[in-house]
């Protein structure tokens, strides 16, 4: 793509979307990621061209050569996020251009080429808008996944030559079974999820693979979710297969594992970190060890604790089980404290709270 010329999307709207009514019934109770649009965004790149043929398009398979280097090597990264209805009919994006940057940084470290921001912005806009009525309303949102994938068929171990940027979008309700029930989570003596100078801070496919494993075994314990320590030590709290989470103590205070290249930078929980400050409280991202997470939890010290993402949102933890014994958070119910969070966050993405912090970005 000549960087001073936007590429042109050429629309190609799907000859047969789903029918207004089937399409109301699938939004009744999406459930998470299981539901999908009638369109998708792609747009090519190759050694030669750069980025170049951006589409909307009809959402249906692709065409994989069985040797595209996604198959053999996971050159794959992926992004998340949601678009919102308004009580005004309006549509929200909540800080996309964190998800663009993100994005950036991730190919960055997958040797693959970096999206433009404006592109992946206007690929979002435009799927979006190709599929508006597939927004649902109350508390439901359109989640959008951007990813991206080496398609060069080729064996040889380098950075592939060719790849496919894609959006598709997904509507969704909660991501957990209980709604915004407190979850419990397994802790996972056996396996890590990123090592020093791994991809711990990338969105890539791999590092959700590399997950499976460990939050199979947290789901054979009974529990939601699985946390990781640090690969090194096997002491300090990382982060859950698929979210970040924060403490929050008996003095009003609060932590979070810090950014360190192991964990994933959150857009919600760099949006949590300023909502907290905001309300005056004491944040810190520093290092929690397990031993003294379960000891601040038994001594009443930590009164609340949740995991926060896109997906999650916020989401209080109730209960840690493992190995070496359970124990519990609080009353196990979550709290006032990440209840107000999830409150204001989720009002000022869906425009009901002002937004003093700019994170708002209007597309309808
Ligand atoms: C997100 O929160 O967007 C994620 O990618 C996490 C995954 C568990 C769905």
């Not at 299981?34 to 065409?63: I, K, L």
């Not at 760099?270 to 520093?286: F, K, P, Y």
């Not at 196990?332 to 994170?359: C, H, K, N």
């Amino acid at each position: 793509m000549n960087s001073d010329q936007p590429l042109t999307f050429v629309h190609r709207p799907h000859p047969a979307p789903v029918a207004a009514d089937e399409r109301a019934a699938r939004l009744v109770d999406p459930g998470f990621g299981r539901v999908f649009t009638d369109h998708m965004v792609t747009v090519r790149w190759t050694h030669d061209r750069g980025w170049c043929d951006a589409e909307v398009r009809p959402r249906e398979p692709f065409q994989l050569d069985p040797a595209s280097a996604v198959l053999h090597y996971a050159q794959e990264i992926f992004e998340g996020l949601k678009a919102y209805r308004t009580r005004n009919g309006g549509v929200y994006l909540f800080r996309p251009e964190r998800n663009a940057r993100r994005f950036q940084q991730s190919a960055e470290r997958l040797a693959m080429p970096v999206v433009p921001e404006e592109l992946f912005l206007r690929a979002i806009e435009e799927l979006v808008k190709a599929d508006a009525a597939w927004i649902p309303g109350g508390e439901g949102s359109l989640y959008l996944r951007p990813f991206m994938f080496a398609n060069e068929a080729f064996l040889g171990v380098r950075p592939s030559m060719e790849y496919l940027f894609v959006v598709i979008a997904s509507p969704v309700g909660a991501y957990f079974k209980g709604g915004k029930k407190a979850v419990s989570v397994w802790l996972s003596e056996t396996y890590t999820r990123a090592a020093p100078g791994g991809t711990g801070a990338a969105k890539c496919g791999g590092n959700y693979a590399a997950s499976l494993l460990a939050q199979a075994e947290a789901t054979r314990h009974g529990c939601d979710q699985v946390v990781f320590l640090d690969a090194a030590q096997h002491r300090w709290v990382e982060e859950l297969g698929g979210m970040n989470v924060f403490f929050v103590f008996d003095d009003g205070s609060m932590l979070t594992p810090p950014l360190g290249g192991t964990i994933l930078p959150g857009v919600t929980r760099d949006a949590i970190l300023t909502l907290a400050r905001e309300e005056g409280r004491a944040v810190r991202e520093e290092l929690y060890s397990y031993d003294q997470w379960r000891a601040d939890a038994q001594s009443g010290k930590l009164r609340e604790c949740f995991a926060c993402g896109t997906a999650a949102v916020v989401s209080p933890i109730g209960e840690i089980k493992s190995a070496s014994g359970d124990f519990v958070i609080g009353n196990g119910a979550g709290g006032e404290v990440t209840d107000g969070l999830r409150a204001r966050l989720v009002g000022i993405q869906r425009g009901e709270i002002p937004d003093t912090q700019g994170w708002v970005h209007k597309v309808l």
